[in-house]
Structures are given as structure tokens and as C-alpha cells.
């Protein structure tokens, strides 16, 4: 998924600002598209695409706070699925500098294999807030749990932690530490950590990331190998 938490928290913020919204729920300026190739899923350190491309796309839609969306992207088959489709809405907004987030989200794979039960929903929420410094730092915490992971995994949770810079030129660093934490009466190791890095730069409708990637070595449970990753993403929003 997109990094799906960082879209949904941009979205809250966009939804609840009166002055870049719409005055009506369905004029035009509620709705905005998005489009992304990347040469490797990576979704919370382990990759979904085997190490290789993959094509994105979504729609959404935000007003007053509220949001909805959906997402979809190319992925590489587990059970029979070859796409993974995302759906989510939720509430945003800002109290006293700190932005907030109220998300739920479910995960959709089609054409899995009977049994696979692959599909799950998330729920949770974030926070934020930004520095009047230089580089205005923003720091970011959200938390995403399941009551059913995928493949019937419980009581799965999600801890993630960024560090985001704006550098001259128009450049941004982000810093991202991730704990993913399991049943471990369902999974063989209780969870694990991943930590990122990503360089980015918007041009016009563009946007352009070239990020690093890794794990420790429980979250190379799920690849059998290396989990280092160099990952550059070109996308676009209308």
C-alpha cells in the first residue's frame, strides 16, 4: 500500500482546510487522482512486487475533514491475486498545531485462491506536528490494528514513527521507523522492525523519490533473503 499513512494523513489535513476546499461536498476541487510507477513494492520493509516493478493508481475524495479513497496497485501473486485494491476513509484535522488522523482501511486481493483469506481490515489513527525551525522538521506517529491479518493472523498492530525535513531546492528527507507486531501464536517470530530513508522532489504535477529500505533480521522471515532495498518511485497527481 502507498504508504498509505502518510496519503491519508496529507488528505485529512487537505479536507479539513476551508481554503483549499470546495464549498460543495461534490464540486470538482473534493476529488483528485493519483498514478505512480515504483521499481519495488515495498510495503512496511518487505517487498510485495518479488523485488521487481509495479504500477499504481488511485481516487479521492475529501470535505469538511472527511475523506475516502481507494487505491490499487500490481503485486506479485501469493494465492492466486495479482493486484492488491485498497479502500479507506476516516476524519482529520488540527487542534492547537497538532494534526490528527481517525482511519480505517480494508485490503481487498482479488482472485486469491479459495481459503487464502487474504483480505483484512485496519483501523487506527495518527498524529503530527511540525516546528517553526529551520528545515521545519514535522514529526509523525500513527498506529494500525487488525483483529485479522492477512491470512487470519490476530491481533496484529502496526507502530510507525517518520521524521520529515524540507531542504533547500525544494527537496524533502523523510526518515520512517516502523514496528510491525504479531499474534505470535499465529506467526513464528512476534514481529519486526523496519527503518527507511527517501529523498523527494515535486515537479509541477510530478513527483520523484529515490528511498532505502531494510529490516531486521526477523523481517527477513517473509523474503528468505536480504531485505535491503533501493527503491526509486515516479508519480503524478491531477
Known amino acids: 500500500m502507498k504508504k498509505i499513512l502518510n496519503l491519508i494523513m496529507a488528505l485529512s489535513l487537505l479536507a479539513a482546510a476551508p481554503v ?36 499504481s493508481g488511485g481516487f479521492d475524495w475529501g ?7 481507494t487505491w490499487a496497485s500490481s503485486i506479485s501473486p501469493v494465492a492466486g491475486e495479482s493486484v492488491e485494491i485498497d479502500w479507506y476513509g476516516g476524519y482529520g484535522g488540527e487542534i492547537s498545531g497538532i494534526s490528527y488522523s481517525l482511519d480505517l482501511l480494508y485490503y481487498y486481493y482479488p482472485g486469491a485462491a479459495s481459503g487464502a483469506d487474504l483480505d483484512f481490515f485496519e483501523f487506527g489513527g495518527s498524529l503530527g506536528y511540525t516546528f517553526a525551525a529551520p528545515l521545519e522538521p514535522t514529526i509523525g506517529f ?97
Not at 470535505?63 to 479513497?69: A, N, T
Not at 490476530?154 to 516502523?178: I, R, V
Request: hydrophobic share 30%; net charge negative; proline share 3%.
Open 142 to 238: 500513527s498506529v494500525m490494528h487488525s483483529e485479522d491479518g492477512t491470512g487470519g493472523t490476530d491481533s496484529e498492530t502496526y507502530y510507525k514513527s517518520n521524521l520529515d525535513l524540507s531542504l533547500p531546492a525544494e527537496f524533502g528527507l523523510s526518515f520512517t521507523y516502523g514496528y510491525q507486531a504479531f499474534d505470535p501464536d499465529k506467526q513464528p517470530i512476534n514481529g519486526y522492525n523496519h527503518w527507511g530513508v527517501d529523498l523527494s522532489r515535486s515537479l509541477s504535477i510530478f513527483d520523484f523519490t529515490v528511498g532505502y529500505s531494510d529490516t531486521d533480521g526477523n523481517g527477513e522471515t517473509f523474503e528468505g533473503d536480504g531485505t535491503q532495498k533501493v527503491i526509486f518511485t515516479v508519480g503524478a497527481s491531477f
Open 63 to 69: 470535505y469538511s475533514g472527511f475523506y475516502l479513497g
Open 20 to 55: 483549499a476546499m470546495a464549498e460543495g461536498a461534490l464540486d470538482k476541487g473534493n476529488f483528485s487522482a493519483n498514478i505512480a510507477y515504483t521499481t519495488d513494492y515495498v510495503y512496511r520493509g518487505i517487498t510485495l512486487s518479488d523485488d521487481g516493478p509495479a504500477v
